[in-house]
């Protein structure tokens, strides 16, 4: 069964970090391109970072997040990882990692379960 796991999510202060990870069954990410999104309540879901497959190696950030988020593979573990730095409360939001079929240009294929960040004091 393919499937794709966030983890990672939590509880944290303004100004903390938090590292979110994909990890999944079934198929190997280094061959496909891998975004994170978000989505807050009320709000449509975005995406945040995106990295290209091995092949290829490029990383996308959304401007809100450039500068404090870096996006990277693990390709040995099969995962991806999302390091958030200088977190705020407009990073509250469940996080999701994609499977991108399209060189990060938002045709999804696969979504994982979601993982829940909040940013609070």
């Known amino acids: 069964q393919v499937a794709l796991v966030e983890s990672g999510g939590g509880l944290v202060q303004p100004g903390g970090s938090l590292r979110l990870s994909c990890s999944a069954s079934?198929?190997?990410?280094?061959?496909?391109?891998i975004g994170w999104y978000r989505q807050a309540p009320g709000k449509e879901r975005s995406q945040v970072s995106c990295?290209?497959?091995?092949?290829?190696?490029?990383?996308y950030y959304a401007d809100s997040v450039k500068g404090r988020f870096i996006i990277s593979r693990d390709t040995a573990k099969n995962m991806v990882h999302l390091q958030m730095d200088d977190l705020d409360s407009e990073d509250t939001a469940v996080y999701y990692c994609?499977?991108?079929?399209?060189?990060?240009?938002?045709?999804?294929?696969?979504w994982g379960q979601g993982t829940v960040v909040t940013v609070s004091s």
């Open positions: 990295i290209t497959s091995t092949s290829d190696g490029s990383t």
């Open positions: 079934g198929l190997s990410l280094e061959y496909f391109a």
């Open positions: 994609a499977v991108d079929r399209s060189r990060c240009e938002g045709t999804i294929e696969l």
